[in-house]
């Protein structure tokens, strides 16, 4: 069939805060690694203040990202080890924070709530970026 107009997919990125909250929301094509995406994400947050840790999955297990995100903003990132890594990077007590990942699955389920954020239904990408606002903002709304 070949490429569609909008390209291979979207990915979205988002950050939340304890109670599942959106605290910042990003765009991309679906090709680049989630580890590239990081530092965008941060820059494009809704509030002043940087979070002190970001927990993520299997796929942020990066030495380099570690690395960057504590000399940059001094933000502790939580990640369980890949399958095969040599050098344990995790113990225990971080990656009990890691239970409570399920607050961000719920943000992108509430996010998916919208219709239109559901489907890419637009040419480009900063409208369908305004309607992944429009919903971050009803969800706020909803909770304060």
Known sequence: M????????TKIMAIADGAGLPLALCT????????????????????????????????Y?????????LDKDGIEMISPNREGRKRITQDGRPLRRYKRRWKVERLFAWITQFRRTVVRQEA????????????CIKILLRYF
């Open 2 to 9: 070949g490429p569609t107009r909008r390209g291979k997919g």
């Open 28 to 59: 991309a094509s679906a090709s680049p690694n989630e580890i590239t995406l990081v530092d965008q994400t941060i820059d494009a947050r809704f509030i002043d203040d940087v979070p002190c840790r970001l927990i993520g999955d299997k796929a």
């Open 124 to 135: 480009k990408i900063e409208n369908f970026l305004g309607f992944l606002h429009l919903a």
């Open 61 to 69: 297990d990066s030495d380099p990202l570690d690395q960057r995100l």
